[in-house]
């Protein structure tokens, strides 16, 4: 079983940047598929981007297409989600998942998330 600490979150500025840090526990950190959900007040956990477990896939959805990108670290058992020209509507609380092995971009088929980590955009 694999632990996830999000961090980064915090206030900024629309336009600004941020970039979002989620530490995983164990050895087996390569053998995951990681991804970003996010959930704004009053609305479901959004699929924000996936990727696989040697970097060699990645999905974004479009909402966020040419501003953020996901990346990961296997020795440093990391993922990051670089999030850049932030807007007002993604001001939400984002999660860190873990699926075992398989690439899915769908958040009932990731058993481990993180405790979260808020991102506040004012306007």
């Known amino acids: 079983q694999v632990q996830l600490v999000e961090s980064g979150g915090g206030l900024v500025q629309a336009g600004g940047s941020l970039r979002l840090s989620c530490a995983a526990s164990?050895?087996?950190?390569?053998?995951?598929?990681m991804a970003w959900f996010r959930q704004a007040p009053g609305k479901e956990h959004e699929f924000v981007a996936a990727i696989s477990r040697d970097s060699g896939r990645t999905s974004v959805v479009d909402s966020v297409k040419g501003r953020f990108t996901i990346s990961r670290d296997n020795a440093k058992n990391t993922v990051y989600l670089q999030m850049n020209s932030l807007k007002p509507e993604d001001a939400a609380d984002y999660y860190c998942a873990a699926a075992n092995y398989y690439y899915y971009t769908t958040q009932a088929m990731y058993p481990y998330w993180g405790q979260g980590t808020q991102v506040t955009v004012s306007s």
């Open positions: 164990g050895h087996t950190f390569s053998t995951y598929t």
